[in-house]
């Protein structure tokens, strides 16, 4: 059974960084692309950033573009975002996400995957 937690998320003033955690339990994270997201109270929940299973190919939302960085260290089966230089707009609830076969590059959809429950992240202006 695939379990992923995501932790990290807090309350931080504008500008400033924080990074999310995501363990995940059965599954090899090397072997499946992964994604961060997030929703906003009121809003669809967004893409933020993805990496391939492969390691080799990252993509981020136009929003986490030379802020954000998403990063796994594979010993640890554990995703991470980096995120720094924080607005008040970044305030949302971050999900992980697994995507839905090993060795695809397909990033997960919430009828396709497996996803956390979910890490406050509240910037205060």
């Known amino acids: 059974q695939v379990q992923l937690v995501e932790s990290g998320g807090e309350l931080v003033q504008a500008g400033g960084s924080l990074r999310l955690s995501c363990k995940v339990s059965?599954?090899?994270?090397?072997?499946?692309?992964m994604a961060w997201f997030r929703q906003a109270p009121g809003k669809e929940r967004e893409f933020v950033a993805g990496?391939?299973?492969?390691?080799?190919?990252?993509d981020y939302a136009d929003a986490a573009k030379g802020r954000f960085t998403i990063s796994r260290d594979n010993s640890k089966n554990t995703l991470y975002l980096q995120m720094d230089r924080l607005k008040p707009e970044d305030t949302s609830v971050y999900y992980c996400?697994?995507?839905?076969?090993?060795?695809?590059?397909?990033?997960?959809?919430?009828?396709?995957?497996?996803w956390g429950q979910g890490t406050q992240v509240t910037v205060s202006s």
């Open positions: 996400a697994l995507g839905p076969r090993p060795y695809d590059s397909t990033y997960p959809t919430s009828d396709a995957g497996s």
């Open positions: 990496i391939e299973w492969t390691g080799d190919r990252t």
């Open positions: 059965g599954r090899i994270i090397s072997m499946y692309t």
